[in-house]
């Protein structure tokens, strides 16, 4: 990994207010599987602004998918681990099953008699 782009997502990170781990050069953020492309590149929109990382496919947890949320851990400056996040990943299907019950409703509501 370039430690240039390294340098210019950390720099994301502190902007987008997430805050080092207590080691000194670990930093880790949440963020969801956005897609996969071509089975060999992820696009990961990570922290509060959504920042995209483009990580090799290989690197993602066994069985990940698309709409998975995960945790990615910069450690120092040359290496980054992913893990599944499944509580976050059950919290987000619970909220979009929820709304999409919530939109239903609603339009029957306005087009059934």
């Known amino acids: 990994m370039c430690v240039g782009w390294l340098v210019v997502h950390v720099l994301s990170l502190a902007a987008a207010g997430l805050q080092p781990d207590p080691q000194p050069g670990d930093l880790k953020v949440s963020g969801v599987i956005d897609r996969i492309v071509d089975q060999e590149h992820a696009v990961i929109l990570a922290g509060e602004t959504g920042w995209e990382l483009v990580v090799a496919a290989s690197r993602l947890p066994p ?51």
Do not use: Y
């Open 63 to 113: 069985g990940a998918r698309e709409g998975d949320w995960v945790l990615v851990r910069f450690e120092g400056e040359e290496s980054a681990s992913i893990q599944h996040d499944p509580g976050q990943t059950m919290a987000a299907s619970d909220r979009i099953q929820e709304k999409l019950g919530a939109l239903k409703t609603r339009g029957c509501s306005q087009l059934c008699p």
